[in-house]
């Protein structure tokens, strides 16, 4: 395991998707690489801050109310 | 009635809304508003413009419902209708046009600072948002949709492929080319608490 390689994980390894193999080659690697290691934990935390940046709204029931009533008079006068 | 429509797929649905079955309809609208209301709203960071979006996208839903052959794809045509509408408004108010030149994408720096370790109120601050926020806005458009879609509204990576008509590779290598800009803006704009630390840079 190389840098360039490790760095190449990071995505795979966040999405779940590697061996065990080759989770503990990249967890091996990030032991001794100071730099890999920085470069996974400020990776994995940019992905975290962004699920953050926004929260969820939920269109209130009047508008959704409103929406359907639209919705079904258009579809029936298709 | 609602309580057998709970239990319908989606593609059973879409087939009944093909033949005016207003429930049908009414069910979709429940089952989608929120996730196409708030998609179109990070898109566009605008609320009236991502209400007039989830009104468009249901609209032409009914019109055109009849072309979509497949019923299972039902979802990720709608999240590509969605994101068309967000880009008809976004390019009519001319929002978030600029491009970073290819240099902004050059992630070399040594990342040596660990801001991965900074205390929550730093990290979570209104203040890094709003920078990690800009710094989303300024990404290429597409790469831009695949970050929103993906890392602020939970995604998977076959919707978002699909949604974009792109390969999954496509998807994931623009996510991850923007992911690193993300994280360089984050760690250029942290770098000052390592410097009230007393740390080394
Ligand atoms: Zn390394």
């Known amino acids: 395991m190389n840098c360039k390689l490790c760095s190449a994980l990071f995505q795979e390894y966040l999405e779940n998707t590697l061996s065990e193999d080759l989770i503990n080659e990249l967890n091996n690697h990030m032991n001794h690489c100071e730099r890999c290691g920085i470069f996974f934990r400020t990776y994995s935390l940019t992905v975290t801050l962004s699920r953050q940046v926004e929260t969820p709204s939920c269109v209130s ?3 959704i109310q409103r929406l359907t009533a639209l919705l079904c008079e258009r579809l029936l006068s298709k | 009635m609602s309580n057998t429509k ?10 009944r809304i093909k033949d005016d079955d207003s429930k049908a309809l009414e069910e979709i609208v429940k089952r989608y508003s929120n996730k196409v209301y708030n998609l179109a709203f990070h898109l566009t960071r605008d609320a009236s413009a991502a209400e007039e979006i989830m009104q468009e996208v249901f609209l032409t839903v009914i019109a055109k419902i009849a072309t979509l052959t497949n ?10 209708v969605t994101t068309n509408a967000a ?3 976004l390019r009519k108010e001319k929002k978030f046009s600029d491009q970073p030149s290819v240099d902004d994408m050059n992630q070399d720096q040594s990342p040596t600072y660990d801001w991965s370790t900074l205390p929550d109120d730093i990290l979570l601050s209104e ?14 458009e597409t790469m831009r949709t695949i970050v929103i ?4 509204d939970g995604f998977k990576n076959e919707e978002i492929a699909q949604s974009l008509g792109l390969s999954v590779p496509a998807v994931k290598s623009r996510l991850h080319r923007g992911r690193l800009i993300l994280r360089r803006t984050l760690s250029d704009y942290f770098r000052k608490y390592s410097d009230a630390s007393g ?3």
């Open chain 2, 6 to 15: 709970d239990k319908l797929s989606d593609a059973a649905l879409v087939i």
């Open chain 2, 71 to 80: 019923e299972a794809y039902f979802a990720t045509w709608l999240y590509r």
């Open chain 2, 199 to 201: 740390e080394d840079v």
């Open chain 1, 61 to 63: 029931t009047e508008k």
């Open chain 2, 127 to 140: 203040e890094s948002s709003s920078v990690l926020r800009e710094s989303i806005d300024s990404l290429p």
């Open chain 2, 87 to 89: 880009y008809g408004f």
């Open chain 2, 149 to 152: 879609m993906k890392d602020v």
